[in-house]
């Protein structure tokens, strides 16, 4: 494997073409500032590699596969970025996009909670394969006064549906590894005991195959959806109306008060959510 940069979070290993991304930065392997920053310097240094055709992203921890996007990072902002004239991409929207467009197939093997920003990052890769009875997706962000910027409006509708979507979005619940391989959001939900062997055969097996067909037949598959571009800024537009809001800011200090980003509270974020959304009633 071609020297890759050194990383905080990220540990790397290479065989046979697939590259494996283990995610550890715990308790929650929340998205921190340090644990962006590795993603953004993987995805360059992927969109140049030649010797990997498959990527799979997998985490060291079994209860959090990619939680949300660190609140404090939010409310540590000193005020609402500039306007960007609706022309340019935030920073996490131009990483997944990244992403999505990477010459490499791209799979994430996802056992414990992803919610929040950790699954605007999986919806930007090819395939999502989950843990029956231990896989579960939450996007949490309205019932804490924000709304998914990372590109979850956008993704979430063409994997599941618009009004799916709306109801994982708006109400904030759980979505489990069967309902979500039965609604589009899972590429396939598996028996724990059988995830790690399904993920590393079929990414061995597109990896045996002519690196020129596999990159041919994703560029093509690419073809198929249309650009996001104009809805990502807009979504990144109201989700900084909110954030930077003082009802915003009150709900994000709730949400940490409350048990947000603590082992305790991720495990249950669909009901602490629901507590935070209380706050001013």
């Not at 999505?100 to 056992?111: D, N």
């Not at 919806?123 to 910027?149: H, K, S, W, Y």
Request: with cysteine; charged share 20%; hydrophobic share 40%.
């Amino acid at each position: 494997m071609s020297k890759a940069p050194e990383y905080n979070h990220l540990d790397l290993s290479s065989k046979d073409q697939v590259l494996w991304v283990t995610i550890d930065n715990p308790p929650l392997n929340l998205i921190t500032k340090s644990l962006l920053v590795d993603f953004i310097r993987l995805s360059h240094w992927l969109s140049n590699d030649t010797e990997n055709t498959v990527v799979v992203f997998q985490s060291a921890n079994p209860n959090f596969f990619l939680a949300h996007f660190d609140v404090t990072a939010l409310l540590g902002a000193s005020e609402k970025p500039q306007d960007s004239n609706n022309q340019e991409l935030n920073i996490f929207d131009d990483l997944c996009e990244r992403l999505r467009l990477l010459p490499k197939v791209t799979i994430c093997k996802i056992s414990g909670r992803i919610g929040g920003g950790g699954s605007e990052i999986a919806m930007a890769c090819d395939m999502r394969f989950a843990a029956l009875g231990e896989t579960i997706m939450n996007q949490m962000e309205v019932p804490i006064g924000i709304i998914p910027g990372g590109g979850g409006t956008q993704r979430l509708p063409s994997l599941v549906g618009y009004s799916r979507a709306a109801e994982l979005i708006l109400g904030g619940i759980d979505l489990d590894a069967q309902t979500g391989e039965d609604w589009g959001y899972f590429t396939r939900a598996l028996p724990p005991e059988d995830l790690d062997e399904y993920v590393k055969w079929l990414a061995n097996r597109i990896a045996s195959f002519d690196p020129a067909a596999v990159i041919g037949a994703k560029s093509s598959l690419l073809n198929s959806t249309p650009s996001l571009t104009n809805g990502l800024i807009k979504e990144t537009d109201i989700f900084n109306d909110l954030c930077y809001s003082q009802d915003g800011q009150m709900s994000l200090n709730r949400f940490l008060e409350l048990g947000g980003q603590t082992v305790e509270g991720e495990l249950r974020i669909s009901e602490l959510s629901e507590e935070v959304a209380k706050k001013q009633k």
